[in-house]
């Protein structure tokens, strides 16, 4: 079936540091693919999304770019700050509306 | 700007206990479902629905029941509540597009 890896946190960076969370994934056809963030006390929220091979997302500063021939969707941004800390969440979503998401990593930006 | 709302925000229930979350959106969405989230499991999906009167099993469906009888509203039902169902769950709703997340309702079964 259908699923998503991603690493592994916590992730801890300090201030202006550079960011990747690695995201991989298993399926059939052609998913779209989400990175969704997750702020302490609330729901989640949609980060970025690509929804075919090559596409880059991008949303704040944070990219992604939809890669078919590794199955990947890396998240990176150039420069964190204090208010990036979050869960971050990589999904797929496959032809039906279904998203499954990979099982989060926690990113601490230090001042 | 409602968006997807949760209700309760917060229950403790015991063992055996019966409850309803409910789960409201005004954005006219034909995609409403609902996860539940576990430390360092993600979210799983338990139900979710394509339309009034059309429901479906997610990935963790046991012990749960939902229905569907307008498009605005999807309850998610615990008949017997157990402690593993300790969890904080979320609503969804969405088209072809994003899923929009209500803020979460957690639960306790003692």
């Known amino acids: 079936g259908n699923s998503v890896t991603q690493m592994e946190g916590p992730v801890t960076l300090s201030e202006e540091a550079f960011l990747t969370i690695n995201c991989t994934y298993t399926a059939t056809g052609y998913p779209s693919l989400f990175w969704y963030v997750q702020y302490p006390g609330e729901g989640l929220q949609l980060l970025l999304k690509?929804?075919?091979?090559?596409d880059k997302g991008s949303n704040k500063g944070f990219e992604a770019t939809y890669r078919k021939e590794t199955t990947s969707f890396h998240l990176e941004k150039g420069s964190v700050q204090v208010s990036d800390s979050a869960v971050y969440f990589c999904?797929?979503?496959?032809?039906?509306?279904?998203?499954?998401f990979g099982s989060g990593t926690r990113l601490l930006v230090r001042p | 700007n409602a968006g997807v709302t949760q209700t309760p925000k917060f229950q403790v229930l015991k063992t055996g206990q019966s409850m309803t979350l409910q789960c409201a959106q005004d954005?006219?969405?034909?995609?409403m479902s609902w996860y539940r989230q576990d430390p360092g499991m993600g979210l799983r999906l338990i139900h979710y629905s394509v339309g009034a009167g059309i429901t479906d099993q997610g990935e963790v469906p046991n012990g749960y029941n939902v229905s569907r009888s307008t498009t605005e509203d999807f309850p998610l039902r615990l008949l017997s509540a157990a402690p593993s169902q300790t969890s904080v769950y979320f609503c969804?709703?969405?088209?072809?597009?994003?899923?929009?997340f209500g803020e979460g309702s957690r639960l306790t079964v003692l």
């Open positions: 954005m006219n969405h034909e995609y």
């Open positions: 999904a797929l979503r496959d032809s039906s509306y279904k998203l499954i």
């Open positions: 969804a709703s969405g088209n072809t597009g994003e899923l929009f």
């Open positions: 690509a929804t075919k091979a090559d």
